[in-house]
């Protein structure tokens, strides 16, 4: 994000003598420039400017020089004497391009530094050094530490290197002391990427006087050759564009203008170097400085040629396929014929040679270097996408990359390049040319016809015609008619997000104060159905019923990978085949999309277990993603035009089904009633109550089948497990986690969970009223039947049964106990019910109730069931 130092700012707009960081931050906030953070200095001094009175070269037995050296660093920080005399400071220093002579700059004893660095006087190399001669890269000015400051080459002018006196504070005259606003910017606003653009919403917010600089400069700018009869430009330059995106050019201007009799050098004044560097930028010649200087000062992004290795035409083109270029940070790119290039013609052979990736990096040939004495700057105007395309493609982001795909003002072209010359002829004795190459396909903007209701009917604003006149003329903007209360307005050629009338509302909404907006909750302008869908509504009644059951909803990345699979004993290749693989990942050991939650919920019970929780009972409600290998491939489509019905049903062919599931993960203690109660640990019961529960909000009806040992997925304890099926179909699971998988995982034994698929669940369901009956007023007859089963014989199949014989006067049935020992015999087990008779006609009698109990008795005998005395 960008930096803003009032130092800078003020050289654009008046700002009060007194104006602070954190005023500014209100002031820019208001217009809609967020702030980020206000950057305190990470130095405390006393950091001091030094004199060296004598620098003595010490060999040392690892081959290394230090020299001892004698540092005047004023009268109030030097050393007293043995005779209370005032002395220069012993300090010892390795940096080569110490010597005497030179002013440098001391940190000392007491002074902080980046990194929480502290300086104190230590005994190295057989001397107490009593303080430390600082590089930029020690101070935080910069990356540089092959040597120390020497403020001579640092610079200043003559007349101010001359005037640095001994124990001058350096913290001031480096600006050290002195904090930074960031701020947060929306990417429509790339405008605001300069001085000149903060600049001019400071004014607007504070209404102080702000005058462009462009302006001034543009009254300097000579007249371009191609303007004039039988004048050759500085440089041929064509712009041939074979491959369009969108139908638009990827250049549509292109300024080059030559400096001659540069001296490589020069160096960059201190004042420049300071402002870079404050904005995170490396000072690294002055050629360059320039430019970026030029770039942080009005937004447009330039670049440097050497002239000499330069040979016309230079031509703007799209890169051919197979074409690869070595960029400025060493790395080579392989092109994509999207990409933009600018390039030169060696030996005639036109537009042969690659001299950088339009908009985003130089290459290595063609750079200024410290021999350069003949500068070409280039100032161009490129289409947003293209740039935007190649940043992301190449990975290569830079400041000019960012200026570029957000948009860059089309008319500022001539002034940047004239702000450029001027700096390079006054501080490095260039002399610009004046004959520019300007090749402007630019057009026009189309004026945007604004009826001034909109602002009212848009955004609730009482503004009058004569406020919103003059908020738009005040942005730049240039504005015609009015009579009727529509205006014709043509917005500045700064900003290029203004192009409907909904942008010029939120023009005047932002300038006006959007507190000034009235809070009024607008009426919903449709008819028919409204509200959540029916599945929507059993969405959040299954969230609604888990919730209330005690469980914890949470929300997990849907990526999986190898680790999961193995956890869960999956076989991982034979499910990476039938899973979704991201192209991209976001964790390089889960490039893959889960086909079942459990697993991804299981981490985050994991994590908590890990964080010394030990009773973690959570949910998930999420999609899972099944892949088709036998799907047909996807579509690549065109961007920026909306797709056919074909297309649609093109992609939605190819893609996976992603249907919905709930999941839920019971662990540790399902009760605890304190420390005078009992405790039970969680079992597959609790999950199958809460399946149970799911169900009976929804109002299914279905069955928990349990397969035989031998069927049951690896997942599950093979005895403690059941599908959960509708009408035959399997749509989900319960029961306990195999040991194995608790063991993996880290949870407590007898661990259960259960994972429903509501995607199936709910295309079950009617939505029909239940239809209710009628309460009988007579008096139930409570009785609890236990049988003896085979162990084959489930609970579900003998509830049937039994429903079945017991017909309309059974109101309800529970099994409230199973047991299983010596006393029903080998391979039995015991199920005990709890039923309720109660007729709807009368009351029952004794024989009534017998007659039932009969009935059942004798169904239950057909599944080899015996009733227990």
Request: with cysteine; net charge negative; charged share 25%.
């Amino acid at each position: 994000m960008p930096m803003v130092d009032i130092d800078w700012l003020k050289s654009h707009v008046e700002v009060p003598a007194d104006l602070t960081y954190e005023q500014l931050a209100k002031d820019l906030v208001k217009v809609g420039l967020e702030e980020e953070e206000i950057h305190s200095s990470q130095v405390t001094g006393p950091i001091v400017v030094g004199y060296v009175v004598d620098a003595t070269p010490e060999p040392q037995k690892n081959g290394k020089i230090i020299n001892w050296c004698h540092v005047d660093v004023g009268d109030e920080y030097n050393e007293v004497d043995e005779n209370g005399n005032k002395v220069p400071r012993g300090i010892i220093c390795g940096a080569p391009n110490m010597a005497a002579g030179e002013k440098v700059v001391v940190t000392l004893p007491g002074a902080v530094l980046p990194g929480d660095f502290k300086i104190e006087p230590r005994k190295t190399y057989g001397h107490i050094s009593n303080g430390m001669c600082a590089s930029e890269r020690e101070l935080g000015l910069g990356d540089n530490h092959d040597g120390i400051i020497l403020l001579r080459n640092y610079g200043f002018t003559e007349e101010e290197y001359e005037a640095l006196k001994p124990g001058d504070d350096a913290m001031h005259l480096l600006h050290l002391d002195q904090p930074l606003l960031e701020i947060n910017i929306t990417p429509d606003r790339g405008y605001t990427l300069s001085y000149r653009g903060v600049a001019r919403e400071y004014h607007h917010s504070t209404g102080a006087k702000f005058t462009d600089p462009v302006i001034a400069l543009n009254k300097k700018v000579p007249t371009p050759a191609s303007a004039l009869p039988d004048v050759k430009p500085d440089i041929e330059v064509q712009i041939d564009d074979n491959n369009p995106i969108h139908g638009v050019p990827g250049c549509d201007r292109y300024y080059a203008r030559i400096v001659r009799g540069f001296n490589p050098a020069a160096r960059t004044p201190n004042w420049m170097r300071r402002r870079l560097t404050r904005c995170g930028m490396r000072s690294i010649s002055l050629a360059v400085d320039a430019t970026n200087y030029v770039m942080m000062d009005l937004g447009q992004p330039m670049h440097a040629y050497d002239l000499d290795k330069i040979e016309g035409p230079i031509v703007v083109r799209r890169a051919n396929e197979g074409e690869k270029l070595v960029t400025l940070d060493g790395k080579e790119h392989e092109l994509s014929t999207e990409d933009l290039l600018i390039t030169d013609s060696p030996n005639g052979n036109r537009s042969s040679r690659i001299l950088g990736i339009a908009g985003v990096m130089g290459g290595l040939y063609g750079e200024v270097t410290a021999e350069t004495k003949n500068v070409l700057l280039e100032a161009a105007h490129f289409d947003q996408v293209s740039i935007a395309r190649s940043a992301r493609r190449h990975k290569i982001p830079s400041e000019a990359s960012r200026r570029f795909e957000r948009g860059v003002d089309y008319a500022l072209q001539p002034a940047a390049a004239q702000m450029c010359a001027d700096l390079l002829a006054e501080y490095g004795g260039g002399t610009p040319s004046d004959t520019p190459n300007d090749v402007n396909n630019t057009k026009h903007r189309r004026a945007i016809q604004f009826p001034t209701s909109e602002v009212a009917r848009v955004a609730g604003l009482d503004t009058d015609v004569n406020t919103i006149s003059k908020i738009l003329t005040d942005i730049g903007c240039t504005v015609a008619g009015g009579g009727n209360g529509e205006f014709s307005v043509t917005a500045p050629t700064w900003r290029p997000d203004i192009n409907e009338p909904c942008d010029l509302v939120e023009e005047v909404a932002r300038l006006v104060g959007y507190d000034e907006i009235p809070v009024r909750v607008p009426a919903a302008p449709v008819k028919g159905k409204v509200g959540l869908t029916a599945d929507q509504l059993r969405r959040r009644r299954v969230a609604d019923e888990l919730a209330e059951y005690g469980l914890v909803e949470a929300l997990s990345y849907p990526f999986v990978g190898d680790e999961d699979y193995k956890a869960f004993g999956y076989d991982a290749e034979a499910t990476k085949k039938v899973s979704v693989e991201i192209a991209n990942p976001l964790y390089g050991d889960r490039p893959f999309l889960r086909r079942h939650v459990l697993p991804t919920l299981a981490a985050t019970v994991q994590r908590n277990i890990r964080r010394g929780l030990e009773n973690v009972s959570l949910y998930e409600l999420g999609h899972v993603y099944l892949w088709n290998p036998d799907a047909p491939s996807i579509p690549a489509l065109p961007g920026g035009v909306k797709p056919t019905e074909e297309q649609l049903k093109a992609l939605d062919a190819g893609l996976p089904d992603q249907p919905d599931h709930v999941a839920g993960i019971f662990t540790g203690l399902a009760e605890n009633t304190g420390w005078m109660g009992g405790k039970r640990p969680v079992d597959w019961s609790d999950a199958v109550e809460a399946v149970h529960r799911i169900a009976d909000r929804l109002g299914a009806t279905i069955e928990l089948n349990q397969p035989a040992a031998e069927n049951v997925p690896v997942q599950w304890h093979p005895g403690r497990f059941a599908y959960v099926d509708v009408d035959g179909k399997h749509i989900g699971l319960v029961g306990e986690l195999h040991p194995h998988v608790n063991e993996a995982l880290g949870f407590p034994v007898h661990s259960s969970a259960f994972e429903l698929n509501m995607t199936d669940l709910f295309a079950t369901l009617d939505g029909k009223p239940v239809q209710a009956k009628p309460i009988s007023t007579f008096p139930p007859v409570k009785q609890d039947l236990a049988f003896t089963v085979d162990g084959s014989v489930t609970a579900a199949q003998l509830e049937q049964v039994v429903r079945e014989a017991a017909g309309e006067d059974l109101e309800s049935i529970e099994l409230f106990d199973v047991f299983t020992g010596d006393q029903v015999g080998e391979g039995k087990k015991s199920l005990a019910f709890a039923v309720v008779f109660r007729s709807p006609g009368k009351t029952l009698s004794a024989e009534d109730s017998e007659a039932i109990r009969a009935r059942i008795v004798e169904a239950a005998a057909q599944l080899g069931a015996q009733l227990r005395a």
